[in-house]
């Protein structure tokens, strides 16, 4: 930094402190000068000397009261220019009383008090938005720089970039125009940028002012207008981006550093916001087990129960890797919490009953779990050992060494399960509402349901990005396959939020998932994103259900009863289940038939689990892929949907519906 910067840093509080005393006594002498038309009198100019050194005491120690020493003078507005009226008000009120005490009132005329309280505000309040202006580079001392940007949206959000943009030096942006859909924002400007058209007119618009990217900037926008907005911003060929979110500002991001728009952004609902100041009254202070807690679902509960500062967070996992990192993000985020990272698998008593017995967790959220509806369909074994065996034995230790809630995380593909996965599920919900052992217990158990979570480990995200990667081409079961999604944060929210709610104990909780949205059309709106066009630069194909899925979800089976909570989004769902002896005999039958093999657990499940009718063991080991996908270059999704041949002939569909092809 040069002598002349550091001296100007080290005095600067001194240098504001003269220059203010300066416009002050111009300004007085404005206000004589005003008065007397440039002539002043001789006793008017000795009164004005004399009363200087009272109206400069006066005022600098009013501005140092209300602290109008310590504001950045390039970053003055509207509340400063407030603040500094009020300050010159006051001033001059003081400045008067003093002048009638010392008796000068006479020789110093009424209009000169007036005069010199407009002069101070307008001489103050000009130089320091003289400085901002220069410091903004408003004055044009040299050409705008920076990348050329179009902004979608003349609003708020609009408004804030351009001004945050103004306060940056060397700027990479530089937004040349705007668009906006509404009439009355037409032919009108934006912090110096006009409003030039339309959303419909953004490909034009582009090309005319030589725009470089497209920023979003239209926070409130809806999913339908945002999805229209990403289609025409998509036929430019050129980047685009979307301002940052509360939440991610929240986390450390500036606004002007913009943001991806991304899938769940499109999706046909807004986003579910959950209250969290009853999860942090509930779990602060606690010590908290996760099982499964570096997988997708888990990590994410892990992350957001160690914002609410627990007693302890337990992550139980058996992948040793994607532990290790989650324990490095999670310390480094949180370095004063308590973060036990175990390595064990949930089926093995042992192991799960030493943590139990050192740690005394206060809360269990068991995510541990195989989820992928395809795979276990070829492993049913591994599907009854993990997710019935040891969802049964996290709860009995839990039962055993006094947790006070248990938190089963459950799946929507347990409703009417078609596959061996969502059976399963739905034994393990079982064994948490209804195990004799655990009934007599003091423990709270409790699950949650819930649909496809975006971005989670083997959901449609990572495939169509890794697709997309490869150049395509995006492969999509069923042109009709429709589901339920959610986001990781909603995913974990509900499950802290249903474990907060008093009326959900020994009840099934689940949130309310909004209209379920077709598959192929979220690969359209994925490939538009990446600013293609589906079907003519990455094609879509459809390559038929696999085995154990559903072509419809269901939320509710019909034996269950809804039941509203004090949550909008949020209710419990009333099951009429067979008595703890039946449950038990069930889980007994099936942890004998996973002894004997897959083919034995098939065929088990559909006795265990009324109105499962999952494929069969011969034709559920058949690949997933078992015909050459295909292909339908069609301009659009209807005719593929027409044109699309029946399921491939190893696909046997199963008695009842629902289940998802996405994994939670």
């Known amino acids: 930094m040069p002598i002349v910067s550091r001296i100007l840093v080290r005095y600067r509080r001194l240098l504001i402190i003269a ?47 209300m602290h109008l020493f310590r504001g950045y003078w390039h970053h003055f507005g509207l509340e400063d220019l407030i603040d500094l009226a009020q300050a010159v008000t006051l001033s001059s009120v003081l400045f008067l009383l003093a002048a009638i005490f010392l008796n000068q009132l006479g020789p110093v005329p009424r209009s000169v008090f007036v005069l010199d309280w407009m002069a101070a505000i307008l001489l103050g309040g000009g130089v320091r938005f003289a400085v901002r202006c220069l410091h903004e580079g408003r004055i044009p001392l040299r050409r705008a720089t920076g990348t050329r940007v179009l902004v979608v949206g003349a609003g708020n959000g609009a408004e804030r970039l351009l001004r945050q943009l103004r306060h940056e030096t060397g700027r990479a942006l530089n937004v040349v125009a705007l668009v906006d859909d509404d009439p009355s924002k037409r032919h009108i400007a934006l912090h110096g940028v006009p409003v030039v058209g339309t959303t419909e007119q953004i490909a034009m618009l582009a090309g005319k002012y030589r725009v470089e990217m497209l920023v979003i900037a239209i926070p409130s926008a809806t999913p339908s207008q945002l999805r229209r907005i990403v289609s025409r911003c998509a036929q430019t060929k050129l980047a685009f981006k979307r301002l940052p979110s509360l939440r991610e500002m929240l986390d450390g ?62 992550l139980f996992e058996q992948a040793e890797s994607p532990l290790y990192f989650l324990q490095l993000e999670i310390q480094q985020a949180h370095p004063e919490l308590e973060l036990v990272p175990v390595i064990g698998d949930v089926t093995i008593e042992e192991r799960i009953a030493q943590v139990f017995r050192h740690y005394r967790p206060d809360y269990v959220f068991h995510a541990a779990a195989y989820k992928h509806v395809p795979m276990m369909e070829t492993n049913a074994v591994e599907a009854v050992r993990n997710n019935v065996l040891g969802t049964l034995r996290v709860a ?29 599920k739905r034994v393990a919900e079982r ?95 994925f490939v538009r994103l990446a600013g293609l066009e589906p079907y003519r630069d990455v094609q879509i194909v459809f390559t038929g259900l696999r085995a154990g899925e559903k072509m419809f979800e269901e939320l509710i089976a019909p034996t269950e009863v809804p039941i509203p909570t004090s949550m909008q989004q949020i209710h419990l769902i009333q099951t009429a289940d067979a008595d703890a002896a039946t449950i038990q005999r069930d889980v007994d039958r099936l942890c004998a038939a996973a002894a004997m093999g ?31 996908p295909e292909v339908r270059p069609a301009p659009g999704a209807e005719r593929a949907r027409r044109d699309y041949d029946a399921p491939p002939n190893w696909y046997h569909p199963p008695a009842s519906e629902g289940s998802a092809t996405l994994e939670s």
């Open 19 to 65: 220059t203010q005393a300066a416009l002050i006594a111009v300004g007085y002498r404005a206000a004589f000068a005003l008065r007397f038309d440039t002539a002043i009198p001789a006793d008017s100019n000795h009164a004005f000397w004399l009363t200087l050194p009272v109206l400069l005491v006066i005022r600098l120690v009013v501005f140092a009261r």
């Open 253 to 314: 991001k500036s606004l002007t550093q913009l943001a991806d728009v991304k899938l769940e952004h499109l999706l046909a609902r807004d986003p579910v916001v959950l209250d969290t100041q009853r999860v942090q009254n509930d779990l602060e202070g606690k010590v908290v087990l996760v099982t499964g807690g570096a997988g997708s679902v888990g990590s994410e509960l892990s992350r957001q129960i160690a914002r609410v500062r627990p007693a302890k967070l337990i």
């Open 396 to 424: 009995e230790c839990a039962a055993r060494w006094g947790a006070r809630k248990f938190v089963l995380i459950s799946t929507d593909k347990a409703v009417n399960p078609s596959s061996i996965m969502g059976a399963t």
């Open 431 to 525: 064994i948490v509402l209804g195990w004799p052992s655990l009934r007599a217990s003091a423990t709270d158990f409790r699950a949650v349901r819930f649909g496809n979570v975006l971005g989670s480990n083997g959901s449609v995200v990572p495939l169509f990005q890794q697709q997309l990667a490869a150049g395509g081409p995006i492969t999509v079961t069923h042109p009709d396959v429709s589901r339920y999604f959610m986001t990781l944060p909603e995913a974990a929210q509900l499950v802290l939020q249903a474990a907060a709610l008093p009326e959900a104990a020994g009840r099934i909780a689940m949130l309310e998932m909004g209209e379920p949205v077709k598959i192929v059309e979220m690969a359209e709106h």
């Open 598 to 628: 897959d083919h034995a657990v098939a065929e088990e499940i559909r006795m265990v689990v009324p109105g499962c009718a999952p494929p069969s063991h011969d034709t559920a080991v058949a690949l997933p892929f078992a015909r050459e």
